[in-house]
């Protein structure tokens, strides 16, 4: 080998070190930037630990808090200050076996322009006060949608007495979101 292979060398060795070096950089960079974005693109939670093993299961508290944890603040914060909720409870009793009240939303805040409201009415305290031995065999609560912000909510009861001490009730829950 000659003087002139030797330069060839140095000079080839040079641009390994050099291509080495900058393999390493792009592999970093593109290393931190994969990172960065797993990172960004993980749930994470504001006030739970949801990293949960095999047959684990979410606490009562952490089930409650998914909504928040898992929502943008900003939408969060815009939910909450502009979502409407209702709710109320009506009885019936003695020889009532059917009851008719119209519920008017609008009386509760609900928007007309807003989103179509979600309703739910069911029936409570079965057979509520029947101490005279009078029961009742069935009962059921439905509703009618009258127009966005108005329900009418029917129930009626079959018991095998028409007079007495029956007594029953329902409850509704209505919930707008903005």
């Known amino acids: 080998m000659n003087r002139q292979d030797f330069k060839k060398i140095k000079k080839l060795e040079i641009q390994l070190k050099i291509a080495v070096v900058i393999f390493l950089v792009i592999a970093g960079a593109g290393a931190a930037l994969i990172y960065s974005l797993y990172i960004h693109n993980t749930a994470l939670a504001l006030s739970s630990n949801y990293s949960k093993s095999a047959g684990q299961q979410l606490t ?11 929502a943008s603040k900003d939408y969060v914060d815009n939910m909450f200050n ?3 909720v209702a709710s109320g409870q009506d009885e019936w009793s003695g020889s009532t076996l059917n009851i008719t009240k119209q519920i008017n939303l609008a009386n509760y805040g609900f928007d007309l322009n807003g989103k179509e409201p979600h309703i739910i009415v069911s029936e409570h305290d079965y057979n509520k006060a029947a101490s005279d031995g009078n029961t009742m065999d069935a009962s059921y609560c439905g509703f009618t949608k009258e127009n966005k912000l108005v329900f009418t909510v029917n129930c009626s009861v079959s018991t095998n007495n028409s007079s007495g001490s029956d007594a029953s009730s329902f409850d509704w829950f209505a919930i707008q979101l903005p």
């Open 82 to 84: 502009n979502i409407k």
């Open 60 to 70: 009562a508290t952490e089930w409650n808090n998914l909504a928040v944890d898992f």
